[in-house]
């Protein structure tokens, strides 16, 4: 690994695990929290909620700033404020003003995760990417298999305080490391000026940025492609000389002239919105009484998309890339990781009360039954990349889906007899499942789209994590109620049985996933042009 990555998959890596612990962290200090501060449920709730709404809402637009303006600095930026933000929330002195830190703390979460793959999109080449990505999701695994057992320790020893504090140094470290890291000069500007020179030149004649886009197509990788966006001639004034417009600085890149329109900050305020009312209502729609509520929000989110669509149509600058949205790889990377984060944390839903309410297990005993799907995580994410490059994307992540809803079937047919061997072998299959997914599907929309595009690429991908459990949660909640003498007992219920069938939806959006891995490889830069020469447009 070069000296450049290396600090690169550093932050990325801390970064996503940070972001991971600090949500299982919470859910074991909630408790204690509400004691200390004298408060209610709902506002216990509003300490989660508050902070999944921001980052739901905010993901997207916060890949947009990274692919204008660098990944690192957006990334630091999100670092420094997450590790202020759990200061905060740890000195703070009630309810009030930890939620309003907790929202704070989300969209900070918003600028930092996206810029986690953004920036190994723009280090790695496509072809080597898989293997940052496994060992990103291995970190998130462990960082989330891990959270109750540090969270529940700190709580007893130090209160609930210390639990925001335990993010606060390695936040710190990686925000500064990232400040420290100096990046390519072209990093995340090449693409985007090919991308914004033909609003710029537009001529019926060939331009730069076309030359630029085919090469950019047949040659995704972070090196240079040989074409004149990447590698102009030097233009001439009228007098002869040369006139030194090009520039690469993100902040002088072109379309940089736009300012905020070309961020699309309607578009951003609209896709806020809708997904910030899409996950306010399923969160509410968990809630005991919460269903109307729910699904009013659900519908205001439906007609703010509805909006949003028609916006994006007109917008010069459109915060969707309508290229992006084109690509197929990418719709159906982003459907499989819907479809199986919903059904993995609806069924951890149902599997947690079945064996703490109808077994009686304490939640050490729990953890433990499920703890194969945590292992199966980590020591799995490593062979997913050589899987990818042997059998391709596509029958990897098929396999991964089929693996899934054998899990959650296997699952949906546990009794009240049901013992521990059978609850590990269910877990084990959804750890092996979900893993082989995430990695394949995250590593397909990240190398496959436009690298002018990785932030909101990775803003998208975490945007469907953060909506997928949320929607497996409610639709799990919903169910639950429909059976409400032997709901928790997965034989008996009608809610492990509909995440099966999420869990299904999986294999034919796993299917649209490309057949063999990009092998594409770097290829080195060609020689400039000598003087007076006419350069050459490879593509």
Do not use: K
Request: with cysteine; charged share 10%.
């Amino acid at each position: 690994m070069s000296a450049r990555r290396a600090p690169v998959l550093a932050c990325s890596v801390v970064g996503a695990a940070v972001v991971a612990l600090d949500g299982t962290v919470l859910t074991v200090a909630q408790p204690a929290l509400q004691r200390d501060l004298h408060a209610d449920i709902g506002q216990v709730q509003w300490t989660s909620t508050g902070y999944l709404v921001a980052v739901a809402s905010l993901l997207v637009f916060a890949g947009r700033l990274g692919d204008r303006y660098g990944h690192r600095r957006v990334f630091a930026l999100g670092a420094l404020g997450f590790a202020a933000a759990s200061t905060g929330i740890a000195l703070a002195p009630g309810i009030g003003t930890v939620i309003a830190l907790r929202v704070l703390q989300g969209v900070c979460g918003a600028l930092l995760q996206p810029a986690t793959l953004g920036m190994l999109r723009t280090a790695y080449p496509p072809d080597r990417l898989g293997t940052p990505i496994a060992v990103r999701t291995a970190a998130i695994g462990l960082a989330a298999a891990a959270g109750p057992l540090i969270g529940g320790a700190l709580v007893s020893a130090y209160g609930w305080r210390s639990v925001f504090l335990l993010g606060v140094p390695p936040t710190l470290a990686i925000g500064l490391l990232a400040l420290a890291t100096r990046e390519r000069p072209t990093e995340p500007s090449r693409s985007y000026a090919a991308n914004s020179s033909d609003e710029q030149n537009p001529s019926p004649e060939p331009s730069r940025s076309y030359a630029g886009n085919r090469s950019h197509e047949q040659n995704p990788s972070h090196e240079p492609s040989r074409s004149y966006a990447t590698n102009p001639p030097p233009e001439r004034s009228r007098s002869g000389a040369p006139a030194a417009r090009y520039r690469t600085s993100p902040a002088t890149r072109p379309g940089a002239a736009g300012g905020l329109s070309a961020l699309d900050p309607v578009g951003a305020l609209l896709l806020a919105v809708a997904l910030g009312l899409l996950v306010h209502g399923l969160v509410e729609a968990a809630r005991p009484g919460g269903a109307p509520t729910g699904l009013l929000a659900v519908a205001g989110a439906v007609a703010t998309g509805v909006v949003l669509a028609r916006h994006q149509r007109r917008a010069a600058h459109p915060l969707l890339p309508p290229e992006l949205l084109r690509s197929v790889p990418v719709v159906a990377g982003l459907a499989v990781l819907l479809a199986a984060s919903a059904a993995l944390f609806g069924s951890l839903f149902v599997a947690t009360y079945f064996l703490q309410d109808v077994q009686g297990l304490d939640p050490l005993g729990c953890a433990l039954r499920v703890l194969p799907l945590a292992v199966l995580m980590v020591l799995g994410a490593p062979l997913c990349p050589p899987l990818q490059r042997r059998f391709g994307p596509r029958r990897t992540a098929t396999a991964g889906a089929v693996l899934l809803t054998l899990g959650v079937l296997l699952l949906a047919r546990l009794d009240t007899t049901a013992g521990a061997a059978a609850v590990g072998v269910s877990a084990a299959l959804l750890g092996a499942g979900f893993v082989t997914l995430m990695v394949t599907a995250t590593s397909v929309v990240v190398h496959r789209a436009p690298e002018a595009h990785a932030g909101v690429a990775g803003g998208l991908q975490q945007t469907v994590m953060n909506i997928g459990p949320a929607l497996g949660v409610a639709t799990a909640t919903l169910l639950l109620a429909l059976v409400p003498d032997g709901g928790f007992v997965p034989s008996r219920g009608a809610a492990l049985p509909a995440l099966v069938l999420i869990a299904a939806l999986a294999v034919p959006a796993a299917l649209a996933l490309p057949r063999a891995a990009d092998r594409r490889r770097t290829r080195p830069e060609p020689p400039s042009p000598r003087a007076g020469g006419r350069p050459c447009v490879r593509s």
